[in-house]
């Protein structure tokens, strides 16, 4: 199917390819005709070639960029648009939504659409309301909750020539797959995105389909219900994968004793202090921060105050995210210390024109210059502590670890890939929106931590546990698992299809 091309599906049923965008179906009656996705709306100038002098109506999907892109340069709508509902905040044009349209891009977590059109269209009518009806050329049309690609998308049930067809937007893909999988990630750990998405699957499921069209890939005409039983599953697997990641391996906190000033203690020279950080004091009486991040600022201090004011030499991140990091530079112009960041961490961070552009979940709002940068693996010795450090990728690629060596125990500091399996199922969350890695971050951080067997794992958000070998290999299992999830999702079965969005400059 070339684009620009128009192909008669049935008698009155035809679809144009739109080229880079979504496919586009019009569905015919005598010389009027609906259209669902217009997409580039290059079809507009065939329309006399198939007999067509009035369009009645056109209907959204879904508020996605490639699905209404052709809208934007109208001078008029050709007839109305009418679109689900709640697509109203994305759609409807407004300068504090489209001025920037990074705005619905950069969420705190996941943002609230990874598509939205990039500009506003006037006159649409917000009247698509799953379950409801409209009637056009003489027919009822139905609308059914799909969501996926977005949370209020729909599909639309026609009947034409004898069959009742389905337009599913981007909820279903050839194969049992879903266009784009990334999209079902509407947060940054829970699998509540490919949930809905599989409610919605499951609606479809048990409706009569005898022709199933979608937005991407070719139109379904044979084993439409094994089709959508094999993508019912295939959700239900990456919903599993988005949850517990070390099954029912026992949390073993670390004893620790808490301080008048709120921190605890865990061993004579490693604190834990508001949410995120660590204090390690040296012998020296000089203090290094892991994680400094400004909310936790305050309870530095009252730490500090408890422990004789040790003055803080050095301070190091476990990842960008803007919890883990946020006070660095404010450390450094308090106390002039050294920010020491390994180069995964520092890559979304520094230069400020690659901070700037980076569309990244919970980049710290202004760039961090680290004073030392870490390469690769390596060890350093700071006031007579050994520390080992390394990539570790799992919840974020831009992610590494420490080891160090306190109190007679190696003390690992963690971050946000792991967590104990009360919390959080047991991580940070994946997600592709985060860089989240599976097969090539979690495997081979879980492969490292097993060889070099810490003692104590020092994770982000303030647990303490003992090193468990049992998490790890879990872990690593888990993440092969998941990965397999994520491909059987995507049409390529390639997994690069999954983790390709967002473009990083
Ligand atoms: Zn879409
Ligand atoms: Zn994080």
């Known amino acids: 199917m070339g684009r620009g091309a128009v192909i008669r599906i049935t008698d009155h049923l035809f679809r144009f390819d739109n080229g880079d965008g979504c496919a586009t179906y019009l569905i015919r009656d005598r010389a009027r005709a609906i259209v669902i996705d217009p997409g580039r709306c290059e079809w507009i100038d065939q329309l006399p070639r198939l007999g067509i002098e009035t369009l009645e109506a056109i209907y959204l999907t879904h508020h996605h960029h490639e699905q209404l892109q052709g809208l934007y340069d109208l001078k008029r709508l050709p007839c109305t648009v009418h679109a689900p509902a709640d697509d109203r905040r994305f759609i409807e044009p407004g300068p504090e939504r489209f001025g920037d349209s990074r705005d619905l891009l950069l969420g705190d977590g996941c943002p609230a659409s990874y598509a939205p059109p990039r500009r506003g ?6 009247d698509v309301v799953p379950n409801s009806d409209h009637y056009r050329l003489g027919r009822r049309i139905r609308f059914l909750h799909t969501p996926g690609h977005g949370s209020a998308a729909v599909s639309i049930l026609f009947d034409i020539d004898g069959m009742q067809v389905v337009f599913s937007g981007d909820a279903v893909h050839h194969g049992g797959t879903v266009w784009e999988p990334f999209h079902l990630e509407t947060d940054h750990w829970t699998g509540a995105g490919a949930l809905a998405a599989w409610e919605g699957i499951e609606r479809l499921r048990g409706v009569r389909i005898d022709l199933l069209c979608p937005s991407h890939g070719p139109v379904v005409r044979r ?22 990641i070390s099954p029912r391996v026992a949390d073993r906190y670390v004893p620790t004793e808490a301080l008048g000033c709120g921190a605890v203690r865990i061993s004579p020279h490693l604190f834990q202090f508001g949410s995120n950080g660590y204090l390690v004091v040296a012998d020296s009486g000089r203090a290094l921060v892991v994680d400094p991040c400004g909310a936790d600022m305050a309870a530095l201090s009252a730490l500090r105050a408890e422990l004789g004011n040790p003055e803080v030499a050095r301070c190091t991140a476990t990842h960008y995210h803007l919890d883990h990091c946020d006070a660095a530079d404010r450390l450094r112009e308090d106390f002039g210390a050294e920010v020491v960041l390994h180069e995964r961490v520092s890559w979304p961070l520094w230069p400020p024109e690659r901070h700037r552009i980076l569309r990244a979940p919970w980049l710290p709002p202004s760039p961090v210059r680290a004073d030392i940068e870490l390469r690769g693996d390596g060890t350093f010795t700071w006031e007579g502590i050994d520390f080992e450090y390394f990539a570790a990728p799992g919840q974020t690629w831009w992610h590494a670890a420490l080891i160090a060596r306190i109190d007679g125990r190696r003390v690992l500091f963690s971050g946000d890939t792991i ?20 097969r090539e971050g979690f495997v081979p951080t879980c492969k490292r931590l097993l060889r070099c067997k810490p003692d104590v794992v020092a994770a982000g958000h303030g647990t303490v546990f003992f090193f468990d070998r049992r998490k790890f290999v879990l872990i690593a299992r888990w993440a092969r698992t998941a990965e397999r999830a994520v491909k059987a999702l995507c049409p390529s079965r390639r997994p690069g299809e999954y983790y390709r969005w967002p473009a990083t400059p």
């Open 419 to 438: 967590q104990p399996s009360s919390r959080w199922n047991g991580t940070g969350g994946f997600c592709a929106y985060n860089r989240s890695r599976l």
């Open 121 to 126: 269209i006037r006159s649409v009518a917000f």
């Open 223 to 244: 084993a439409i219900g094994p089709t959508l039983r094999r993508l019912s599953r295939r959700l239900l697997r990456f919903y599993h994968a988005k949850g517990q």
